[in-house]
């Protein structure tokens, strides 16, 4: 008995502490030490799991323990910053397969054992292992079109949406009948197989860069699978910790999809990624005006107030070093950089922000849109480095383009435009951008890190 | 199942709706790493199916689901601690 | 009493804390009657203490409780609304 | 069975309706709709109630309905706004009262019936009388000295300190044994005996004028009380709607202990009110200006920017309805006004807000402490209505004041200042307002209403 209250309370405090660790993601210098006690938490209900009576053998336990430290150091210590999207697609996987595994698990021991299954904890357990299930596979197939060994472009083919909801219907179908009948075990298992591949067909036709949006889903999805568990179980910490993910899955969708302009709909019923026929205006007939690295280190060189806005092609490039050098060069000339930071900059919420991060721009240097928007009309000059859609004008001007109503920064409106990027070719949402034939905007093409690398040295020479 | 889970589940989504909705941009992807550490909660469940000794269906799925959810806990809360070591103000330095 | 009660509580906490705190000042007087007229929430304890009929104390208390409680529920609500309804935005108007 | 179900979704639809309701009272403009919602939360959970199968009688539970319906509707409708703090006070009183009588009732129906209480159980009830019954006492002193039927200053005596300790320790002492032995009942009833007294002894000695602090606290017992109800009962509305009201309680204190530069220790700990022996500098040697009602008229309607600072003399005097007048006359001549409203203005948190807002002065004209505190060196005219301690510059610069440190509204940067006061007695503080005898302060004495109305007749004449 007095075991049992020791897990209770290993277990109450491990929740109070995961909440304060994500309340601490609040605010930028507490961050750490909040997230220090999140982690004393999960070590705390893990002992206090392991001195539950029911656990019998340590030796399987420890085996399980040990491989997951050797996987998990590598995924904490050696993945690049610049991995980050597939890393965590990836970590999904591995939290929903292991809620799925203790579905099923518990599943076989109640009915191998003769245990009566309640209508209730069923129902916990089916929907635990559907959509433990379904994000196992969807997660892994966003892992493989982020880390590019799965084809990023939508795998579409004939007919695909009524195989889906075949597929769904039947699911659905067995997820009701176990709730009347739990012994129903092939149904059960039946169940788990069609989840997964619903993971599949659901995810496959969205293209790679979409990917960022089914993440998020994925990580609310496992989310509340866990929380699930908890319902079977009768676990508290797992409700818990399960509606924490849930949410913030479910939030960081919203921010993304509205930060996209896309209808959070159209996310949630996986809708996106199809190349909607544009009526956007086009480029014909006008020019854009190329610019000389060294011509490009003389504006900057003397240039007092700068704002970069870093966008996807800083990462691919891995330009962050370049520019953070660069920024520095020209504040040791009596400028003032700022960086402008999108919220859907990137491939993956936050993406500028960490890549910035690690390359040592402190923080309090990065302005979210709304905080720097109306500061371009005073800037000399807007750096546009790999940045596309999120500098578009369209987005405020034309009706007819896609992205019309999106948020975007309004670094049209410096005086002078610089951008990075390596042609003319469009970026994620596949449209053309006016102001890179603006008379104020000069184009420096080639690799980001190429280009700044000159840059650079032209700025030291002079 | 107890009606009072439902109770904690409600509420804990209200909590964690509040705080999530405040976390800055700045710090999304920490706090995709995050949730991510946390979601390794699940070996609550999976130790006891490993160490139970019930059968083995159990525990060999026990034993898988802890290493899953374990790789998640180590790997997590360190790749979340690398990132937020990485932030600084202007002025602070991290070495 | 239940251990899943004390997460009720934490939890009820920590959402209360996080609600309140971000209630402006402009509205704390209305905030005050808004907690008292949701005091009143222990009708659901004085209604059954009143109405089981186990025992005469148990129902004179019990009933006692259920004035107090009600009086708060009614006037309560009935005063927030009063106050609430004379904050008005420049250009709009009560009437 | 089913019957069961229906209450406890009631319970559940309450509690979230009941958090949305606070919620909403983030956004003044939701504000009314939202507690419409909690209200109907309200009305839910006492159906959900009603339908229990353990009422077996209805008649006594429609008397009690009747009259507290009976009492609440003037308490709702009738009192007035300036009623405000006693009218809350009381409110506690009677929530406090409802919890202890239902302690009270469980603890006696356990025992009569023979039902073994469990230590957790017992320790509950033990908690809801004991918070509850010193609520009630301390809610009632407070409501007498708000009200003016029991004195307002300090009630102190001689080893009052070594009384209360011994009743507490006394008290605890029962809490502990009774933990051990639920069934003695003497010590039960004693310990709610005990708290009564407690409450009284606690209030007592402080002044009316802190009385604001003390039923915040109070409010944060009944919630605490309540919630022990809930505990004790198994019920979790009312632990969630216990711990809402506590959470709320213990914040406005915070707030309030903060705005006033007093310790939150201080206040918690009862040792307020004392009379700090004050070492601030007098005003020996220095003069006022005074300044009649015409000047005052005069300087008003021609003035480009009016900041209004209302403090408690503005409640005393019923003058909220004359400033708006005021301002109304002072827009209609080109000038613009605005309303400084210090957190701790008043007697009461947001004291100031309603009763402007009763005199239908729209709330985006009110400013906070923060938001304004940068806009009095714009401003003409700073025109303090019975205000003191809150635009008291000694809390900036003279440290040998008991208020030094408070944030205060910087009303002396105004180009002029006009201050509406019956004569030079000090405010809550004590303590006497250098700010009153600078070169660009002008006095207007006199009874705020009665002086503004003359301000207003000559600004009309004009
Ligand atoms: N952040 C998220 O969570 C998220 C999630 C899903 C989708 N999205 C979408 O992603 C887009 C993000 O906008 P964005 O402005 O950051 O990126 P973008 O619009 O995708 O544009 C990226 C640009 O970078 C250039 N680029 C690529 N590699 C480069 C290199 N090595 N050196 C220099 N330039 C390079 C590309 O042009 P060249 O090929 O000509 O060089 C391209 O135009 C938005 O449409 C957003 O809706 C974001
Ligand atoms: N708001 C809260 O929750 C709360 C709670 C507890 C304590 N307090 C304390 O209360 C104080 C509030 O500051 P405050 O500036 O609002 O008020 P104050 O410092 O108490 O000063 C009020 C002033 O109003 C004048 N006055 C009284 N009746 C008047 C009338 N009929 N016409 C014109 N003037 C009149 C008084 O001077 P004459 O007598 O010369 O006219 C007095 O100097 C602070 O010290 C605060 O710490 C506030």
Redesign the pocket.
Known sequence: MSREILTQVTYLVASVLFILGLRSLTKPDQARRGMNLAALGMLLAIVGTLVKTEIVSYGWIAVGLAVGTVIGYPLGMWVPMTAMPQRIAFSHMFGALAATLVGVAEYHTDLTEGHPISGAKMAALAFEVLFGALTVTGSFVAFGKLAEFLPGRPVTYKGQNGVNLALAAVAVGLFVYLIIRPEFSAGFYLMVGLATLIGLFLVLPIGG?????VMSLMNSYAGLAAAATGFALGNEVLIIAGALDGASGFILSVV?SK???RSFSNVLFGAFGSVQPTTARTAEGMTVSEISPEDAALQLGYAKSVIVV?????A??Q?QHQIRELAELIEKNGGEVRYAI????????G??NVLLAEANVPYDRLYDMEEINDRFGEADIALI????????PAARTDPGSP?YG?PILNADMARRVIV??????????GIE?ELFYRPNTSMLF????A?LTRVIAEVKAA | MDIVDVYVFVLAGFVGYQVISRVPALLHTPLMAATNAISGISLVGSLVAAGSGRNTVATVLGVIAVACAMANVVGGFLITDRMLRMFRRTGTTNK
């Open positions: 860069a979409d990917m960022p949006v993304m930060a996209m302009n870093p966008g996807y092609g800083m691919v490039a330009a999108h919220p859907v900059a990137g491939r993956m919420p993406h500028m480095i790999g940045a596309n859609d999120v500098v578009n992205i999106m990075l990027k390596r042609g003319m070719s469009p970026g994620f949402a951008n080639g690799d980001a890190k280009s």
